[in-house]
């Protein structure tokens, strides 16, 4: 469908170019009455010339869309055709106003006098536009990334000139990182007075997470321990493997230098009548929490299996 909507006005803009030189050169309005005060010739050639920009722009543009969208990389595809269509918007719009005014240096004049007086009206939206420009070549986050940024949190739908569009999780409506169904729109400029927090970026897809278990003193606590790590590989060793390889890429293109488990791995932090056992596992963050719900489940499966081995504080309540 794009592709013929595309062909179509290639087509209209190509006869409308030859029709505005016919009209130019042979002049066969000559006889027809004044047209606004203005000769009728001159009238339909502008005319002519000027749908010949907007469909030869319009038809060009969306052939060059739809050869981009072929890609496999969506980020990349979706950020060229922001700045294409910033491009071609500027070029049709000062070829169209040089087409009607035929004095290209002073359109120019024209323009640079107009632009420093919109550039006091519409400040907000200027800084947007240049928040654009820096999301597009510094690339702190792009679609399909799971973003905070400011009070807003979700997966990145939709970078446009000046707004940011996010499918909402961790709402009004839900909790426990899951879509809310609403989308927001954040302006563009925010993010360059604001906390952007990309889960999963830096290069890697994969962010690390936490399970933690409050167990008595009386609990075996290596056994507890192993439990924890046992049911964490069994979940998501695989796909742990194949993050940590990802993350040590992503790390040694940094100078930062930390040490890397290739297994998940438990921590104990102590309480006043209690233990808390925390498992540290990589996953992606759009199955974080699924991933918690399941190996919540199956170690406490395993932990109520042993109840000589494993005991929970008499106070809290299960």
């Known amino acids: ?6 062909i179509v ?7 409308a170019a030859v029709g505005g030189a016919f009209v130019t050169t042979a002049s066969p309005l000559a006889t027809w009455p004044m047209i606004l005060e203005y000769p009728a010739d001159f009238v339909v050639s502008r005319s002519l010339f000027v749908a ?25 595809a979706h950020n060229t055709r922001n700045l294409m269509r910033l491009v071609f918007g500027f070029v049709s719009t000062i070829a169209v106003l040089a087409v009607l005014t035929e004095n290209w240096l002073g359109l120019l004049l024209s323009l640079g006098v107009i632009g420093f007086a919109i550039t006091f009206a519409l400040q907000q939206p200027l800084l947007s536009l240049i928040a654009w420009v820096y999301i597009t070549v510094k690339q702190p986050y792009g679609v399909g990334d799971r973003v ?3 009070d ?4 990145v739908i939709e970078v446009d000139f000046l707004v940011t569009t996010l499918w909402e999780i961790n709402g009004e409506l839900v909790t426990t990182n899951q879509p809310s169904g609403r989308v927001v729109t954040v ?3 925010v993010v360059l007075s604001s906390n952007v927090v990309n889960f999963g970026g830096g290069g890697s897809a994969y962010v690390w997470n936490e399970l933690g278990v409050q167990v008595a003193y009386e609990t075996d606590l290596d056994f507890a321990r ?3 790590r046992e049911e964490a590989a069994a979940l998501v060793g695989d796909e742990m493997a194949e993050g940590i390889r990802r993350y040590r890429e992503a790390l040694s293109e940094t100078p930062v230098e930390l040490e890397v488990y ?10 006043e009548s209690w233990m808390e056992l925390r498992v540290r596992y990589l996953t992606h963050p759009r199955r974080g929490q699924r991933v918690k719900n399941q190996l919540y489940e199956r170690v406490l499966d395993r932990f109520n299996e042993n109840p000589d081995r494993v005991a929970f504080p008499v106070s809290r309540s299960r």
């Open 262 to 271: 290739d297994h998940p791995t438990v921590n104990v932090s102590q309480g």
């Open 52 to 76: 010949a920009v907007v469909g030869l722009s319009f038809g060009t543009y969306q052939l060059l869309v739809e050869v981009l969208m072929r890609s496999t990389n969506k980020r990349r």
């Open 187 to 189: 302006p563009n400029s």
């Open 9 to 15: 006005s290639v087509a209209i803009g190509l006869v």
């Open 1 to 6: 469908m794009r592709r013929s909507v595309a």
């Open 148 to 150: 905070k940024i400011d």
């Open 152 to 155: 807003a949190k979700g997966d």
């Open 226 to 228: 192993a439990v924890m």
